[in-house]
């Protein structure tokens, strides 16, 4: 069964740092694409990141560009997103999902096909 499980979310004060991770299991990282993505209240779903079946990393999204980094543990299995001076607006909840492909796309929907369950992310002083 494939399965994404999220976690490192929390409560952080602005200009504090998180790393996320997302636990795969049922498949392995190197034949697809894994992807970030987080959903504000009130807000549509919102793709910032995703690392290739091979490690090669997107730029991010202009909202979160310079202060994130996706990066990956092939032994366990594990995508992470390293998020530096966070802001309130990046407040939300972050999801991992991965690809039909081994390349990245910059999409909120298809080709990401299994989801994880989220990990909620609340930035305020």
């Known amino acids: 069964q494939l399965q994404l499980v999220e976690s490192g979310g929390g409560l952080v004060q602005p200009g504090g740092s998180l790393r996320l991770s997302c636990a795969a299991s049922g498949f392995t990282l190197d034949y697809y694409a894994i992807g970030w993505f987080r959903q504000a209240p009130g807000k549509e779903r919102e793709w910032i990141s995703c690392i290739s079946s091979t490690g090669g990393r997107t730029q991010g999204a202009d909202s979160v560009k310079g202060r994130i980094t996706i990066s990956r543990d092939i032994a366990k299995n594990t995508v992470y997103l390293q998020m530096n001076s966070l802001k309130p607006e990046d407040t939300g909840v972050y999801y991992c999902?991965?690809?039909?492909?081994?390349?990245?796309?910059?999409?909120?929907?298809?080709?990401?096909?299994?989801w994880g369950q989220g990990t909620q992310v609340t930035v305020s002083s």
């Open positions: 999902a991965k690809s039909r492909y081994s390349a990245c796309s910059v999409s909120s929907g298809f080709p990401y096909d299994t």
